[in-house]
């Protein structure tokens, strides 16, 4: 006997999509097996309707209505035995919210759900993470992702409204994650650790070059802040600064209309084309194909005009 059993009310799988880079959001409508193939970005899921079998390399799960899923970049996943399933995927782009540091960095739950290696590392012993939601959370969640479709289907979604909406519904994930994990406990950030992030993201916004041997203790240990930053981000200080100063470079291209090279000498780059190599060493691809890609296209020069004839 099946365990589940399809039903007749949709009369086949059906995908709605709603928005642009930076953020998207679609809307799967399924009553067939579905296999959402590997992305190079993170995927938050959440079950509007229905229940399925949810495969993947780790095994198999029974997910429910009020499910939350999250799935890491680089793996497949399969949706199998549908029964009439409506669910909603959020995508977006973490380096667009990389300007949120200060809410981002003092929401312990939200580091660990949503951020890969360029803020921090997901929990390396799982292959997703599920977790299940209170009634009332429930609730709030679908209402924001309603209010973030009706944004994004206005074409909202570079202004800072649309931001705050992810924000939100990130805060809303995290507080049910919280609650109702089925694995590991959520990361600690420990104060050696905060401490450091602080003083990288003072340089980087200074366009100071960070030295970490030069960078004030605060109070700490060297081998403490050291050792909390390493468990924390999984890399070391130095790698994580040149990351942080990529993803505000990558902000600005995504938001703004400024020029490459003037991104690179705000930020504090030794020249343009050390700016271009560690770009391209991050996101495989040159940051004037970034912008085409995914932000704000730079206007065309205007052609110069020749100079009007005398007399």
Known sequence: MALFFKKSGIGENRIENSGRWPVRLTLFQLIDDYEFPATNFPEIFFVEEGNFLHVTDAGTQAIREGAAIMVNPGLRHTVKQPDEVVLTRLRFLPEWLTREYEIIANTTNVLSLFFDQSWFRFPRDENLHVFTTRGDGTVRIRAELEYLRDLLRERRQLEPVTRVAVLKLMMLLADEHHRFWRGVSEVEMLPEAKHALDQIE???????????????????????????????????????????????????LLTGTAEPRRISKDLGFTTTAEFGKQFEAVFDITPAVYRRKFGVPLEPKAAALPNEEKG
């Open 202 to 252: 003072s340089c980087v916004l200074r366009a100071a070059p960070f030295e970490a041997g030069k960078m004030p203790r605060g109070g700490f240990e060297k081998r403490a802040i050291d050792k909390a930053f390493g468990d924390l981000t999984g890399m070391s200080m130095p790698d994580y600064a040149r990351r942080r100063r990529i993803f505000h470079a990558a902000s600005r």
